[in-house]
């Protein structure tokens, strides 16, 4: 994708979305083949999730919570380990009035990496958690402002 202009946003939104409309289950048909195929794959799949994630990054900075938090609480389900997803409909979920709801998921997930993985959630992830807990107004402001925010316990992508 191209450098963003200010005005680009909605645009760089709808082009993501067409762009991910266009894919039509697993890459190759789901035939398996031989490691160059599986590594093949695997690079497309990335590449996907990957679209998606600057899908709904680009969608909270729009303010398009309505849309992104069942499509992120999707992915989320769809995608339990997935660090990003679960920060982006953390940010969602908080910028819309639910602190609650915001902090459940970063619970589940701090159960599910435990449990299955023996390990915590991301020093980012836990920023956010702690700036969800103290109403940080940061939270409310756009990823580039969060991004150069000076100070350990801010959180940032």
Excluded at 69 to 79: F, G, R
Excluded at 101 to 126: I, K
Aim: net charge neutral; proline share 4%.
């Amino acid at each position: 994708m191209r450098a963003r202009v200010a005005g680009d946003l909605h645009q760089d939104i709808a082009e993501l979305r067409a762009a991910l409309a266009r894919w039509r289950g697993p890459v190759f048909g789901g035939i398996t083949g031989d490691v160059v195929c599986q590594t093949a794959a695997a690079r497309f799949e990335e590449a996907r999730i990957n679209a998606l994630e600057l899908l709904y990054d680009l969608e909270l900075e729009a303010g398009r919570y309505a849309a992104a938090i069942p499509e992120l609480t999707q992915l989320v389900a769809e995608n339990p380990l997935r660090e990003q997803f679960c920060g982006l409909l953390m940010v969602g979920l908080y910028r819309s009035g639910r602190q609650i709801d915001a902090l459940n998921v970063f619970r589940r997930l701090r159960h599910q990496l435990g449990e299955e993985l023996g390990v915590d959630p991301s020093p980012t992830l836990r920023r956010y958690e702690r700036a969800i807990l103290e109403h940080d107004p940061l939270l409310l402001q756009e990823k580039r402002q969060l991004i150069s925010a000076s100070g350990a316990s801010r959180p940032h992508s």
